[in-house]
């Protein structure tokens, strides 16, 4: 029993059961031979790869060379389809996939938008192209680390601000911190990455002119004074043509990809088996 337990006795019988199964398939293959063909237009395909990767055409060695390689892959790929080794493999599956998502894209590129298409197209979607509002602002930081009472000191120097009758240095006041103290022109794509989302919204809401605040921001707490504000425009149409000409082929390939899954879908019956853990929605 105790040759069972022995790696060399798995290994000679693993060894034996591979050298049968391609005995068999050796055999089979010799009784009626499977015919591969490399066609021609194939041949053409693999010099015009050589080619695009060499920048020379391929010499007739080289060209010998390719098709071996092409015969050999053909008869690897065709053995390991007998073997099943396709099946149940994530990788192959996902490579199938993209083939298929692949082709619906350029089945949906076959259509060429029309002027009229593109200017409807762009009046109906005109927020995509709405450039984003400008802010111009100065502010003050208050640093929460080290101030007892932060609100306190944050009501005292926004009365003293608003009291003042000059211009105030912005930069003399509160903490110090790595952002400057103005802001001009800055989109409010650049305020959400450098204050977040919340601050940029409160800060698009005040009216210029007056110091207003504390504002939060993941930094701590602003002062702010907004000096100037410019909503978002959309472009004319000819300036942007070839941009409106991008989104529309998007929305083409989304819609299209939409239709051929859900009239694939019709082909089948599909059933969702989940598990105790799981729940239907």
């Not at 192209?129 to 502010?139: A, G, K, M, V």
């Not at 103005?182 to 005040?206: C, H, M, R, V, W």
């Not at 009216?207 to 921001?217: A, D, L, Q």
């Not at 083409?252 to 939409?258: G, I, T, V």
Request: hydrophobic share 35%; no cysteine; aromatic share 10%.
């Amino acid at each position: 029993m105790k040759l069972f337990r022995e790696p060399l006795f798995h290994f000679l019988i693993i060894g034996g059961a591979i050298f049968l199964l391609y005995f068999f398939l050796g055999n089979r293959t010799s009784l009626s031979p499977e015919k591969i063909v490399i066609s021609s237009p194939q041949i053409e395909w693999l010099a015009e790869g050589w080619k695009r990767t060499w920048h020379r055409p391929p010499t007739q060695d080289e060209l010998d060379g390719l098709i071996h390689d092409a015969v050999q892959e053909e008869i690897l790929y065709q053995e390991a389809l007998k073997l099943g080794l396709d099946q149940d493999d994530p990788i192959v599956r996902r490579r199938l996939r993209q083939k298929m998502e692949f082709l619906t894209e350029d089945l949906s590129e076959q259509r060429q938008a029309s002027e009229k298409e593109l200017q409807e197209f762009f009046q109906k979607n005109s927020k995509i192209f709405t450039s984003d509002p400008n802010i111009s602002f100065t502010q003050v930081y208050l640093n929460p680390e080290g101030r007892s009472d932060l609100n306190g000191d944050a009501a005292r120097l926004l009365s003293t601000l608003n009291s003042s009758n000059r211009d105030v240095e912005a930069s003399a006041l509160g903490d110090t911190m790595a952002l400057p103290s103005q802001f001009s022109n800055i989109s409010s794509t650049e305020t959400k990455q450098q204050f977040g989302p919340d601050f940029s919204k409160s800060l698009f809401e005040i009216e210029p002119g007056v110091w207003k605040g504390p504002i939060e921001s993941g930094l701590g707490m602003h002062l702010v004074k907004v000096t100037g504000k410019e909503e978002g425009k959309v472009p004319e149409f000819s300036q942007i043509k070839d941009w409106v000409k991008r989104e529309w082929l998007a929305e083409q390939r989304r819609e299209f990809k939409a239709e051929f899954l859900q009239g694939l879908s019709k082909k089948y019956s599909i059933e969702v088996q989940f598990p105790g853990w799981a729940h239907a929605r």
